[in-house]
């Protein structure tokens, strides 16, 4: 069992910048890749980007070049740097760790990207 703490989501006007973090406890050992997605209304829930134990990275091309993920082992913590932020970024960012091909997930944080 893996639980999930997302924070950092919040109200943020057109190219401005968030960090979001996603604190990991439990089987933390038996985690493989970790990442985010994101659901906005009305649209399906769209890989944002995944990053593997050994730091392999993997972004959708609508955030590469303004997002940034990156992993710390020792705080069992990733975190999503966002710069530039665009309208379209607005949704519900998920993060998720996968365990021996299953996916946990957080409750969720709102980024709101609006003027």
């Known amino acids: 069992q893996v639980q999930l703490v997302e924070s950092g989501g919040g109200l943020v006007q057109p190219g401005g910048s968030l960090r979001l973090s996603c604190a990991a406890s439990?089987?933390?050992?038996?985690?493989?890749?970790m990442g985010w997605y994101r659901q906005a209304p009305g649209k399906q829930r769209e890989l944002v980007v995944d990053?593997?134990?050994?730091?392999?990275?993997n972004y959708a091309g609508s955030v590469k070049g303004r997002f940034t993920i990156s992993r710390d082992n020792a705080k069992s913590t990733v975190y999503l740097q966002m710069n530039s932020l665009k309208p379209e970024d607005t949704a519900v960012y998920y993060c998720?760790?996968?365990?021996?091909?299953?996916?946990?997930w957080g409750q969720g944080t709102q980024v709101t990207v609006s003027s």
């Open positions: 998720y760790a996968e365990v021996a091909a299953y996916n946990y």
């Open positions: 990053i593997t134990s050994g730091g392999s990275t």
């Open positions: 439990g089987s933390i050992f038996e985690i493989n890749a």
